[in-house]
Every structure is written in structure tokens, then in C-alpha cells.
């Protein structure tokens, strides 16, 4: 029989759009400024003990633009399981053109999860992680491609199955000035994983004067051997730049209980808060 290993770096991963380094290390350093994210989750404010989890990410570059240097942090609380991870990042940035870059990531770090053996949840263990990535860019476009994870587990003798999530995720979007004081930040995501159907978000964020945000993802797809409930849902930002350095932003998204919770007939939504520093900003961060 298989191990399991639970709950990894989904949140990580589904933060991606304000976060793109959460999926991809190649990113690590694209916006040249040194900036810091942090993001507190709470699922199910009705329900007591239920999910809630912090995120930390920072990144910047060093020689010029050249080299992107990055560390991101979680801490996840799910009912009676925790898990932490602590990953680090380094990207080199090519100039392809005067128009386009693209960025070679690595990503390493660890990883502290509960582990099963098909029967019984054990005590925490800490479980090496390693990823690639690449991100091409323009002023205008980007698209990436990344495996975040390339490690298979094993807890004894057995590969850990099922819960260690090893995705596939190529991405792409970009940036388009409707008018002198809207902007369109259009993004589309494929998630592909074994044993899974594949995943599709899409969606757009829109600026307006460069102060306030509004968007709108969605995602189809997902179920586990084509057999399980997808995870089909919708996200809804609101974002707000606060002077230079700050901005601040609060997501809700609509989404299934875990089974431990699919008793609750009550609201099921997941509230996310997000403060965003950058010391030194050159400009606008689209991205």
C-alpha cells in the first residue's frame, strides 16, 4: 500500500496570481524590486477549528538584474493537521532581445507535513522539496512553464501517493491599457497531475488609475481519477494601492468543504487578507 503525504503547498499554490513565484521560480526576481507578501487565509469563519493559514514571500535581485534571489514560508492548519515549508529561490534573467527576457529557476527547500501509512496519521515529517521553472517576458506578455515539485517520497519502504502533489503548470497572460486610466491584466493557468483531469484557470484583473483593483478566476476541472468532485470555483480580488509601497488586497472564493467537513450546510467560502510592501518601487507592479 501507498503512504500519503498531506496537505503540501496547495495554498502556496493557489496564490499564484499574487504570488507567480508560489509556482514557478523562475519568477523569482522579474519585478527587479524587492517586495514582500504576506497573506492570512481563513476557510468557514462559521466553523469552529476550521482551516487557516499564513503565507510569506519575498524576492528581489542582486547584479544588476541578472540574478533573482527569493524565500517563501507557510504555515497551515487543517483541523488536526499542520504543515510548514520553507523554500528558497534563485533564477538567472537572459535577455533574448530588446523586448523579451526569460528567467531559469530553481527552487529547494523543506517541506513538514503529517504522513500516513495507509492507516495512521504519523508525526510530522520533514520531507525535501525541489522544483524548475522558466518565465518569459515582455512589457506586455508573459508565459511560463514550471514544475514545482520534482521530488517522489517515500515513508519506509513505500512511495508516498495520492496527497504529495507533483503539478505540471504552464501559465500565461499579460497586460493591456484599455484606456488612460483602466488596465486589463488578463491570465489563463493549465494544471496538469497525475491521476488527475486536467485544471484550467482563466480570468482578468482590471486597474483602475493604478490605485484600486477588481478581478475575477475561475476553475474547472481537477477531479482526482476522473471519479472524485472537481474542484470547480470562483475567486473574486479586491486590491488597493496604498501610497508607494503598500498595497493591501482581500480575495474570496467559492469552493467544496474537505470531507471532515461535509457535514456544515452553512457558507463555505474562503476569505483571504494581503499586504504587499516593496521599499523602493520604480514603478507600477502589473505582475
Known amino acids: 500500500m501507498n503512504g500519503a503525504a498531506f496537505a503540501q503547498r496547495e495554498v502556496l499554490y493557489e496564490q499564484y496570481v499574487q504570488n507567480p513565484m508560489a509556482i514557478n521560480p523562475g519568477f523569482t526576481g522579474v519585478r527587479e524590486d524587492f517586495n514582500m507578501t504576506a497573506m492570512f487565509r481563513r476557510k468557514w469563519f462559521n466553523i469552529q477549528n476550521s482551516p487557516t493559514s499564513q503565507t510569506f514571500a519575498a524576492d528581489g535581485t542582486v547584479a544588476d538584474g541578472k540574478f533573482g534571489i527569493g524565500f517563501q514560508a507557510l504555515n497551515d492548519q487543517t483541523s488536526y493537521f499542520t504543515t510548514t515549508g520553507f523554500v528558497g529561490s534563485f533564477a538567472f534573467h537572459l535577455g533574448l532581445s530588446d523586448t523579451w527576457k526569460l528567467g531559469l529557476g530553481a527552487q529547494g527547500g523543506i517541506n513538514v507535513l ?17 522544483g524548475l521553472g522558466a518565465w518569459l517576458r515582455s512589457e506586455q506578455w508573459y508565459l511560463g512553464v514550471s ?17 504529495y ?113 516593496i521599499p523602493n518601487p520604480k514603478g507600477f507592479q502589473k505582475f
Open 165 to 277: 502533489r507533483r503539478p505540471l503548470y504552464i501559465t500565461a497572460g499579460g497586460s493591456h491599457q484599455l484606456s488612460e486610466d483602466v488596465m486589463m491584466l488578463p491570465h489563463i493557468l493549465l494544471i496538469q497531475e497525475k491521476d488527475h483531469d486536467l485544471r484550467f484557470d482563466f480570468g482578468s484583473r482590471f486597474w483602475f488609475k493604478e490605485k484600486v483593483g477588481l478581478g475575477a478566476s475561475y476553475r474547472v476541472g481537477g477531479g482526482y481519477n476522473s471519479a472524485s468532485a472537481k474542484v470547480d470555483y470562483l475567486q473574486l480580488t479586491v486590491e488597493a494601492q496604498v501610497g508607494r509601497n503598500v498595497r493591501l488586497g482581500y480575495f474570496y472564493s467559492t469552493r467544496q468543504a474537505e470531507q471532515i467537513y461535509a457535514q456544515y450546510s452553512g457558507p463555505k467560502g474562503i476569505h483571504e487578507l494581503m499586504l504587499k510592501f
Open 147 to 163: 514544475k514545482p515539485e520534482l521530488l517522489s517520497q517515500k515513508f519506509g519502504d513505500q512511495a508516498l501517493g495520492t496527497f
Open 114 to 130: 503529517p504522513v500516513s501509512d495507509g492507516t495512521l496519521i504519523s508525526n510530522n515529517r520533514a520531507l525535501g522539496s525541489f
